[in-house]
């Protein structure tokens, strides 16, 4: 499978605790961008990278968020001090960036957070 | 400023056509996308439209873009009963790569 790929694919956690993701693009793509979406919403936009430089960071990424992208490969998305308003699907997405036409986004299937 | 709306429902029966609407406030759009999303699915790239450009088909999908009054349609000919999924359109603008959604519409096909 060549596509997005996110790990842990459903998270439950209690509040006050820490919870990190992964995301791995697809493999040539150089920008990650990282979205929440809740119950009967759009998705969010939350922070994205260039091959390992954070350029865009959301006023919805508290604090507590923080994003890696170490090696301009593989992402972590970490929560710290988990609160119930986390509870969410949080979807990665891929693309080649600015070298492409529509620079089209490919997105994963998810990690549905539940904090209890 | 940045919000992107639709309308919640779109009920149609199997073999009609549906359209599903857009509008959007930001004027500096450069792309505009229709993704889908089904249960238990990633969201899925349906189509796209650049803001230059006015209407585009691709099979069953016909786009229409009104950049005057900042409308986005989606209209999908013999709608099917896999066709039943949430729809949401998305624009990214001159000064960001990011994606802003609209809320999404479901639609429903019935028989």
């Known amino acids: 499978d060549t596509g997005v790929s996110q790990d842990p694919r459903h998270k439950i956690t209690k509040r006050g605790q820490n919870v990190t993701f992964r995301c791995d693009p697809i493999?040539?793509?150089?920008?990650l961008y990282w979205y929440r979406q809740t119950l009967g919403q759009g998705p969010e936009f939350l922070t994205y990278?260039?091959?390992?430089?954070?350029?865009?960071k959301s006023r919805l990424l508290s604090d507590r968020f923080s994003a890696e992208r170490p090696k301009g490969s593989f992402s972590t998305l970490e929560i710290q001090r988990t609160e119930q308003g986390d509870s969410a699907m949080y979807l990665c997405?891929?693309?080649?960036?600015?070298?492409?036409?529509?620079?089209?986004?490919?997105f994963g299937p998810g990690t549905r957070l539940t904090v209890l | 400023g940045e919000d992107v709306e639709q309308s919640l429902f779109l009920s149609v029966r199997e073999g009609d056509s549906s359209v599903i609407n857009c509008t959007y406030t930001?004027?500096?759009?450069?792309?505009l996308y229709w993704y889908k999303q089904e249960p238990g699915a990633g969201l899925q790239l349906l189509t796209y439209?650049?803001?230059?450009?006015d209407m585009k088909q691709d099979q069953r999908l016909t786009v229409l873009l009104n950049k005057k009054d900042k409308h986005l349609s989606l209209r999908i000919a013999d709608t099917q009963t896999g066709d039943s999924a949430i729809y949401f359109c998305?624009?990214?603008?001159?000064?960001?790569?990011?994606?802003?959604f609209g809320t999404g519409t479901r639609l429903q096909v019935f028989p």
């Open positions: 493999s040539e793509h150089n920008r």
């Open positions: 439209i650049f803001s230059n450009m």
């Open positions: 990278f260039q091959n390992e430089a954070q350029l865009e």
């Open positions: 997405a891929s693309s080649l960036g600015p070298a492409a036409a529509s620079d089209e986004q490919f």
């Open positions: 998305a624009e990214t603008t001159y000064n960001t790569d990011k994606l802003i």
């Open positions: 930001d004027s500096s759009s450069t792309y």
